[in-house]
């Protein structure tokens, strides 16, 4: 009679496996196809003079742990017919440490590591999902739903209010994480300060800058200046990136904000006379040119602020 029930219920239940490990597989897949792309954004990283290979280096690291974490999912997708608490542990483990993984592989190169959690939302909702339904049990949950009791097989209805509730937790389970990823970020950016966002912005404009966006080095620039106006090296540096432009009466009007903080910053000097000479203010260039040299600038020739 013993087994008799346990078969039963192990027929009983099959839709659960089923679930279990269908979203265990496809959240692995997932995340096989996340680690996939990182890994070659890092390598394609590590050939580019754009992005510093330390950063790609950690992508690199990340996109690796990310393949074992898909691998994991899969494995806990095999090993749930054998021992379920083993595979809810490794499903849990595999969907919910993807989340810091990808935080930290983003917040290096654009310092918004919040896309990196997202990136992996699908395959941790999956792989969690998996392993939460896992761990509850499909049994208990047929219970709350006033199906466990029953020994004859469940009906179509409750079939699909098994399944409708499964889906509805996976719905929920994604706005909660959703939302834990903005109240990371936020929290990250309460306690970074302004120094910590001065120094994300100048790190955004040299990359945007190294690949010949100078409009969005501007914009990073404003973002350092609209913290804080007395920025020199924001000032400087929005200068030269407004000369590249061709914008040279913004730019003498962002080197005259760098020399009324520091006058005697000969290279600013020179480069104003640059800007100057560009549009034709011939003598007042000359003089920026003469106090340059007054300063003691020898360049010759127009000075890079830009720090790569």
Request: hydrophobic share 45%; net charge neutral; proline share 4%.
């Amino acid at each position: 009679m013993r087994m008799e029930r346990e078969g039963r219920q192990y027929d009983n239940d099959k839709l659960g496996r089923l679930i279990i490990q269908t979203l265990a597989l496809l959240g692995g897949l997932a995340g096989l196809l996340i680690a996939t792309l990182q890994l070659l954004a890092s390598l394609v990283g590590l050939s580019s003079s754009h992005i510093p290979s330390g950063w790609s280096a950690m992508g690199l690291a990340a996109g690796t742990v990310l393949l074992l974490l898909g691998l994991g999912g899969m494995t806990g997708a095999i090993l749930y017919t054998r021992n379920r608490n083993k595979a809810w542990t490794l499903l849990l483990f595999c969907g919910l440490l993807g989340f810091p993984v990808g935080y930290i592989a983003w917040i290096a190169p654009i310092g918004v590591g919040f896309l990196g959690w997202i990136m992996w939302i699908p395959p941790g909702v999956l792989l969690t999902g998996a392993g939460l339904l896992a761990w509850i049990t499909p049994e208990r949950l047929r219970s709350l739903l006033g199906q466990g009791n029953r020994t004859a097989d469940p009906g179509p209805l409750d079939q699909a209010l098994f399944v409708g509730s499964i889906l509805a937790g996976i719905g929920l389970l994604t706005v909660i994480l959703i939302v834990g990823g903005f109240l990371f970020y936020g929290a990250e950016e309460f306690l970074k300060g302004d120094t910590g966002r001065d120094q994300d912005d100048f790190s955004s404009a040299n990359i945007a800058a190294s690949m010949g966006r100078w409009d969005k080095a501007v914009e990073s620039y404003d973002d350092v200046l609209s913290r804080n106006q007395s920025n020199l090296p924001a000032w400087n540096n929005k200068a030269y990136a407004l000369e590249k432009q061709g914008k040279y009466n913004e730019a003498v009007k962002a080197y005259d904000e760098a020399l009324r903080l520091d006058p005697n910053d000969a290279a600013a000097w020179y480069n104003k006379g640059v800007a100057l000479k560009a549009i034709g203010r011939t003598t007042e260039a000359n003089a920026s040119f003469s106090k340059a040299k007054e300063l003691g600038y020898s360049g010759g020739t127009q000075h890079n602020p830009l720090r790569f």
